[in-house]
């Protein structure tokens, strides 16, 4: 099967600082890949540079077609949905204004062939506290509730790849499980996923694979099972076991 995102050689930097040191990654269509690391050690900047966020060379292909030079916007209309570590919601508008932000435009489904995937009713009843909330700003949500929120609207651009980052951060264990269930919805209906996570609680639910980086680098890349059979591995680059 043909990589539906292909990251060959990828470099990038902030300011002068260089982040990630020729990272190459693929993930196939409908595959779930975890991308796990320490703080600071790049899976949010692959995510960003991804999405056109930060200066960076190398090969980034989405579908078959380059990225370069695109804009997020852009980027994002091909097919890829991103919600970031911070959530970024629109303080100041309702939950539903917010949601309506996240529609794709009229007639990209079918220019990808196929009806939308997500509705704002699979929103409403993926999340039922956004509907009891769908005229309240969205800046006095709880941390919980935005993230829904995120995840509900990056969703509403109806993605074939969704990169989620840290989705369970910060979240109370209740929260934690409605987010992994949507998420499991996701991947029966086909999206794939790069899911950035430090912990794994969600990851090993939902990921067939699983990324390890470390200083800018891709050091493990391999099935789940066989992830969790390197304490090494785990040991040196996530200082666990």
Not at 58 to 81: C, M, P, V, Y
Not at 167 to 188: C, F, H, T
Request: aromatic share 4%; net charge neutral; proline share 3%.
């Amino acid at each position: 099967m043909s990589a539906l995102l292909e990251i060959r050689h990828l470099n990038a930097w902030y300011g002068a600082s260089q982040a990630l040191h020729g990272v190459t990654l693929s993930i196939a269509p409908g595959e779930v890949v975890a991308l796990v690391g320490r703080n600071g050690s790049g899976p949010s900047t692959l995510a960003r540079a991804v999405m056109g966020l930060v200066r960076c060379e190398g090969e980034l292909r989405f579908a078959g077609r380059s990225l370069a030079d695109l804009r997020t916007f852009e980027i994002a209309r091909l097919g890829l949905g991103y919600v970031a570590e911070h959530r970024d919601v629109f303080a100041a508008l309702s939950v539903h204004e917010n949601l309506l932000l996240g529609l794709a435009p009229a007639g990209a489904a079918r220019a990808r062939g196929r009806a939308p995937r997500f509705t704002l009713d699979d929103a409403y009843a993926l999340f039922p506290v956004l509907a009891q909330r769908k005229r309240t700003r969205a800046g006095v949500l709880s941390g919980g509730e935005q993230q829904m929120l995120a995840l509900s609207r990056a969703l509403l651009g109806d993605p074939d790849l969704l990169l989620i980052d840290e989705p369970g951060e910060g979240l109370a264990s209740l929260v934690m499980q409605q987010v992994a269930g949507a998420l499991r919805l996701l991947r029966e209906r086909g999206v794939a996923m790069l899911l950035i996570e430090q912990r794994l609680v969600i990851a090993q639910e939902i990921a067939s694979r699983v990324a390890v980086m470390g200083h800018g680098e891709i050091v493990f890349d391999g099935a789940l099972e066989a992830f969790l059979e390197r304490a090494d591995v785990m040991h040196e680059w996530l200082g666990v076991g």
